[in-house]
């Protein structure tokens, strides 16, 4: 019985993205080429052509590929009603799962805040991106404030970048140190959101 049309280009693509996630993890986004990836799997970096124009698009479509898989689980939690800590709690452990699913995604996002700060391409590219994970949060943010679960006097922005922040230096952290758990360092995160951490004196 023949293969099904399209399932090998789809097989091809995956291959590639797989590759790439882990080159990019690797040597960073300046260091990778498509002839690094096209060695690693095998064919020629004119194969790599006929499915990515550039190694910017083949990049982007890698945060594509794991904002496709968080989006849902994302939405889940924010369409639950309940206090906006709670939702935060809940945002943790679902990015857990879907890490624990897809384990190279948090090595390529620690390593992806160092290459878009340094590379002038990436940062140009994702300024002009809507609809991501930021934009998400920085509406939730919104509309908490006007529930008054936070200050209004605060920066949605700024509440954004502090949340995210954790969450990507936690995962930076125990990826380059190699020691620890991020599960467990993400836990006592919620327990600090959930003001469980510290003992009364």
């Not at 679960?149 to 502090?162: C, G, K, T, W």
């Amino acid at each position: 019985m023949g293969r099904p049309a399209g399932s090998r280009r789809e097989e091809t693509i995956a291959r590639i993205r797989h590759s790439a996630m882990h080159i990019f993890t690797a040597k960073g986004y300046a260091a990778t080429s498509f002839k690094d990836i096209a060695k690693d799997i095998h064919v020629t970096p004119a194969t790599l052509y006929q499915y990515f124009d550039s190694k910017l698009a083949l990049y982007v479509s890698l945060f594509d590929e794991i904002f496709d898989d968080l989006r849902p689980r994302y939405e889940r939690v924010f369409s639950q009603r309940g206090h906006l800590r709670d939702q935060l709690c809940n945002l943790m452990t679902e990015t857990l799962d879907s890490y624990a699913s897809h384990p190279e995604y948090s090595p390529f996002l620690a390593g992806a805040t160092i290459d878009i700060v340094r590379d002038s391409e990436l940062r140009e590219m994702f300024s002009h991106r809507n609809g991501t994970l930021n934009d998400r949060l920085v509406s939730v943010f919104e509309s908490a404030k006007q529930r008054g679960e936070l200050p209004r006097e605060l920066d949605s922005e700024d509440i954004a970048s502090a949340f995210l922040g954790a969450l990507m230096g936690i995962i930076w952290r125990q990826r380059g140190r190699q020691v620890g758990s991020a599960e467990k360092a993400i836990n006592i995160f919620v327990m600090l959101i959930e003001n469980r951490l510290f003992h009364k004196v």
